[in-house]
């Protein structure tokens, strides 16, 4: 769920991969891999991501339930667009 609220987030920002990378002091791989689902962050990182796209880490995280109960909502939506199919490899 994270990759996908993370993509959603630089999607809806505007941001490209590498704008994001750059911000954030990381590579373009690196990034690729977080909306993969290849890899997490740690802490820290969650939270310069939430504060670079403006949005809580809870929305990063999933945790929809809490932040209604909240009263807090969140301009991004939870999904971006769709994803382009990965080409298939040939046998």
């Given amino acids: 769920m994270f990759n996908d609220r993370l993509r959603s987030a630089r999607i809806f920002r505007g941001y490209t991969l590498q704008k994001t990378a750059d911000a954030l002091g990381l590579s373009l791989r690196a990034i690729q891999k977080y909306?993969?689902?290849?890899?997490?962050?740690?802490?820290?990182?969650?939270?310069?991501?939430?504060?670079?796209?403006?949005?809580?880490?809870?929305?990063?995280?999933?945790?929809?339930?809490?932040?209604?109960?909240?009263?807090?909502?969140?301009?991004?939506?939870?999904?971006?667009?769709p994803r382009r199919p990965k080409p298939q490899k040939s046998p």
């Fill in 35 to 81: 909306e993969g689902g290849e890899r997490e962050p740690n802490l820290s990182l969650l939270v310069e991501m939430a504060d670079f796209f403006d949005v809580p880490t809870d929305f990063l995280l999933g945790r929809d339930v809490y932040l209604c109960s909240l009263g807090v909502s969140v301009d991004v939506p939870p999904e971006g667009p």
